[in-house]
């Protein structure tokens, strides 16, 4: 069964950065595009940034700039840096694969970035 495991996530300073990772395992297909996705309590989840297998990224307009999202294929591990933060990051953010003849969408468990001085 496909596991994550997520890491990273933690209390900073505004202006500070952090760096998740999500470790994939139990992965029997191929993956098309990994990727962050983040909810805040109350709104819904959103897209923060994804990359392809090929390495193409995509990044969410409030992000551009100050995250950097990357991956290992080798290991199944995707990485956000993500430098100046701002409060309005404070969100749980959940790794996301998307793989398999039928691009069938897997979710990681989430891991919390809070914000705030």
């Known amino acids: 069964q496909v596991q994550f495991v997520e890491s990273g996530g933690g209390l900073v300073q505004p202006g500070g950065s952090l760096t998740l990772s999500c470790a994939a395992s139990?992965?029997?297909?191929?993956?098309?595009?990994m990727g962050w996705y983040r909810q805040a309590p109350g709104k819904q989840r959103e897209l923060v940034a994804a990359?392809?297998?090929?390495?193409?990224?995509n990044y969410a307009d409030f992000v551009k700039g100050r995250f950097t999202i990357s991956r290992d294929n080798a290991k199944n591990t995707v990485y956000l840096q993500m430098n100046s933060l701002k409060p309005e990051d404070t969100a749980a953010y959940y790794c996301n694969i998307v793989g398999g003849a039928e691009l069938r969408i897997y979710w990681g468990q989430g891991t919390q970035v809070t914000v705030s001085s």
């Open positions: 139990g992965i029997l297909f191929r993956i098309s595009r």
């Open positions: 990359i392809t297998s090929g390495g193409t990224t």
